[in-house]
């Protein structure tokens, strides 16, 4: 089976950097990616790591430790735009085509 | 084109009715999903469609039914569906059936049962 947790909620002002952290456990892991949803807007995907290491687009940057199960996104330069809800996602490597969501962070951009 | 396309964007349907929610994606993508998201929650996958095969249903109830015609449409169809089952109805694509990765998702069909 598959457990995710990342945080809930994070508020940070315009500008800002914000930390998204998730841990997994799986079976087998294949690839921690991440997508991005607006209030009434359709998932978006953001990122994948597959192997440990730092992976940059644009503001966000998504990082993977595959020996400490830990994952986190990183976005710079906070807009407004970026009010979302952010899930981690795991493709355990026993489950073929099954992609796990965490329970999802909302992030709240203040001015 | 880059875009799943779902159809319709909101639907009431009664217990009794039966309905069909729609999806089409034209990127040549050749896995194809349905998720199930309630408010506040991640998606819940429902169903994997690989190559026009149905190869993951997740202990659907089967008033869901998954078809799949064609390698670009994918339909959910509906009957005797209960109040709970109220829900953003989330179609996607990917070009690997096994990546895990690089989903495309439409904007979904938010479902109400009534």
């Known amino acids: 089976g598959q457990s995710l947790e990342q945080p809930s909620e994070v508020t940070a002002v315009e500008g800002a950097i914000v930390q998204i952290n998730c841990t997994y456990q799986t079976s087998g892991f294949y690839g921690l990616s991440w997508y991005q949803q607006h209030d009434g807007g359709a998932p978006t995907f953001l990122s994948y790591n597959a192997l440990d290491g730092l992976e940059e687009t644009g503001r966000f940057s998504s990082f993977l430790s595959r020996s400490d199960s830990y994952g986190y996104l990183l976005l710079q330069e906070l807009q407004m735009k970026d009010s979302a809800s952010y899930f981690c996602a795991v493709r355990d490597r026993d489950s073929w085509g099954k992609l796990q969501f965490g329970a999802g962070t909302q992030v709240v951009v203040t001015p | 084109d880059t875009e799943v396309t779902q159809t319709p964007k909101h639907l009431v349907m009664g217990m009794t009715n039966k309905k069909s929610l729609k999806c089409e994606q034209h990127?040549?993508?050749?896995?194809m999903y349905w998720y199930k998201q309630k408010a506040k929650k991640p998606p819940e996958l429902m169903f994997v469609y690989s190559y026009e095969k149905l190869s993951i249903n997740e202990s659907v109830p089967s008033r869901f039914s998954p078809e799949c015609p064609n390698s670009s449409l994918l339909n959910l169809h509906l009957h005797a569906l209960q109040p709970e089952d109220s829900a953003l109805y989330l179609c996607?694509?990917?070009?690997?059936?096994?990546?895990?990765?690089?989903?495309?998702f439409g904007s979904g069909t938010r479902l109400t049962v009534v």
């Open positions: 996607a694509s990917s070009q690997d059936p096994g990546a895990g990765y690089g989903y495309t």
């Open positions: 990127m040549g993508h050749r896995a």
